[in-house]
């Protein structure tokens, strides 16, 4: 298993109850689109706090690079926070027009992001951090969310 | 130097708007010029008028489009960084769409003097484009197949627009060249070499990415663009040879392939996890079906060379290809790119996230619903005149109303990007 596989299994974790907290409110289901938003809501945060807890202070002291790659991807878990805000109160007020342009928002922000972790930042880490133990402590981090 | 991942790489806002924006009305005149000529224009793909609405959809209305999004797409999916964007656009769009007047006109008027005029601005145009997008391409440090497929699509754009402009070079010094075989290998360049091969790179990032399906499979991406180039490869050589019948044959496989592409898209499509149906995806759904029929007749085709036998069978793949497949796709994509653009660039103006409106309230869903379903329209009815003369007139204006629809939605896309732009700075200078 290479240091980030089980982030990059979880970007699909977080694609699929996105989908499904898309769905339910796009349909006027507030109650299991409430459900289905807390749970994608806990787990994107889990992401986040894995990468910027572990794996950023990891790559940033093997490599030197404090103001790169992992300095950009904190700012766009900001603005994604900032989003889910939105959403939360959108969810609040019933507002499905709302919801759905901010969860499409968030979709392409996330992936755009996913795709430049898994296609540049994550293979760096791994070369960086290879033989170390920081993807099961990721892993486990993760399993417990 | 190591990647920054950061959208500042991505050219201003300008850039891809100013290449998107023109576009459809080239696909407006095309629709016009069919309107006013009438459906005999379509008894062949020879026919002064079929020559000149064929290049008005692919130097004009595709080569702006897909121009405009590789100069967004290279920077934010593949990492690369296009040297000096506003410069070179500046410099490239007004070539291109020069060369695509003069181009159309000269086919159109049958005047060799406007072909030969269109050849230098074209070359220049394609020329710095290329140079700076291989640049980028050859330079990031991303991997995968979405950057290979592209790196093989813009040469694919480079050995078209030779042929394309070796043809008018024999056409206008009449030049003793086999010209039916070269337009063939020029046209499965321009198809399948470039446009298709595009389609594909962009596919593999944003078919999973829209509609959250599963990948393309690894086996599919890493062979289908290198088997596409090297059939292609083959095919331009068979062409040439004393024996038409390889080259003929090979179009069965060719087109097959092709087909399993559309095949492929449609398997992922269907099995999405994101059930949202959007003009994004129902474009690409139309485009990949498009494909599909495409596919089966070319291989009949291929198979039984009696079918091609009657003109008109060109025209028909033509019609299916052009505004079937590439409009449709290049339309989809134009809906999902320009409201995330406006997006990404108003909150970079520094306001709250709450503060920047989202992707949905930059085009009006019903009007992108009903612009999407007037083409729809024009794709059935487009092919349906190839073969129904009388047809080509109500074809032709559906087809040129819906493209001044699509430039319509795209304006309303960027007066939203300045108003909200404008409430943004004007409540920065309130605080």
């Given at each position: 298993m290479s240091t980030t596989q089980p982030l990059f299994q979880h970007h699909k974790h977080c694609d699929e109850i996105f989908a499904d907290a898309e769905e339910a409110c796009s349909n006027g289901d507030w109650a299991a689109g409430a459900g289905a938003f807390a749970s994608f809501a806990g787990q994107l945060e889990a992401h986040f706090l894995s990468e910027e807890e572990v794996l950023f202070p990891a790559f940033e002291s093997a490599t030197g690079m404090t103001s790169g790659p992992t300095e950009v991807m904190r700012g766009e878990h900001r603005q994604m926070r900032d989003l889910l805000a939105q959403m939360k109160q959108a969810l609040a007020d019933r507002d499905s027009d709302g919801f759905g342009g901010t969860a499409e928002t968030l979709l392409i922000m996330m992936q755009q992001h996913n795709m430049k972790e898994e296609n540049i930042l994550y293979p760096m880490c791994d070369s960086a951090l290879g033989g170390t133990d920081i993807g099961n402590s990721i892993a486990q981090r993760l399993a417990a969310s | 130097m190591h990647p920054n991942l950061s959208f500042e790489q991505a050219p201003p806002i300008s850039v891809p708007y100013r290449f998107f924006l023109v576009a459809p009305w080239f696909g407006v005149i095309a629709g016009l010029l069919l309107a006013w000529s009438g459906g005999e224009v379509l008894a062949s793909r020879w026919t002064p008028e079929s020559l000149a609405l064929v290049h008005l959809i692919a130097v004009g209305f595709m080569l702006q489009a897909m121009s405009g999004a590789l100069f967004q797409f290279i920077p934010v999916a593949v990492g690369g960084n296009v040297w000096r964007p506003l410069w070179i656009s500046n410099v490239v769009q007004p070539l291109l769409i020069l060369g695509a007047l003069l181009l159309v006109a000269g086919f159109y008027l049958s005047a060799p003097v406007l072909l030969a005029a269109a050849v230098p601005a074209l070359l220049l145009g394609v020329g710095i484009f290329v140079s700076v997008v291989l640049l980028a391409l050859w330079r990031t440090p991303a991997t995968g197949m979405t950057l290979w497929t592209m790196r093989i699509a813009v040469v694919g754009l480079v050995v078209t627009v030779l042929l394309g402009s070796l043809l008018v070079e024999a056409m206008s010094r009449g030049l003793a060249l086999p010209i039916i075989e070269l337009t063939n290998v020029h046209l499965a360049w321009g198809l399948g070499g470039w446009a298709l091969m595009l389609v594909a790179a962009v596919s593999y990032f944003v078919v999973p990415m829209f509609q959250l399906t599963n990948p393309y499979p690894l086996w599919f991406a890493r062979w289908f663009g290198p088997l596409l180039l090297a059939m292609l490869l083959l095919w331009s050589v068979l062409w040439f040879c004393d024996d038409l019948r390889p080259a003929q044959l090979i179009g069965a496989p060719l087109a097959l392939l092709c087909g399993a592409f559309a095949t492929m898209t449609l398997r992922l499509q269907y099995t999405r996890r994101r059930k949202i149906n959007d003009a994004t995806s129902l474009n690409f759904r139309v485009a990949m079906i498009a494909l599909l029929v495409f596919a089966i007749s070319g291989a009949a085709m291929a198979i039984d060379p009696g079918l091609a036998d009657d003109p008109r069978a060109a025209v028909w793949l033509g019609m299916l290809a052009f505004p079937g497949v590439f409009v449709s796709t290049i339309s989809g994509m134009m809906y999902k790119i320009t409201p995330f653009l406006n997006w990404l660039h108003l909150q970079r103006l520094?306001?709250?996230?709450?503060?920047v409106p989202n992707m949905k309230k930059m085009i009006p869903g019903d009007s992108m619903t009903a612009q999407f379903r007037l083409h729809v329209l024009a794709v059935l009815l487009l092919p349906a005149a190839v073969w129904l003369p009388s047809l080509a007139e109500v074809a032709g204006l559906v087809f040129s109303v819906s493209c001044a629809w699509l430039a319509w939605n795209l304006t309303l896309a960027m007066n939203s990007y300045r108003r909200f732009r404008d409430q943004i700075r004007a409540s920065a200078l309130r605080c």
């Open positions: - | 520094g306001a709250p996230i709450s503060a």
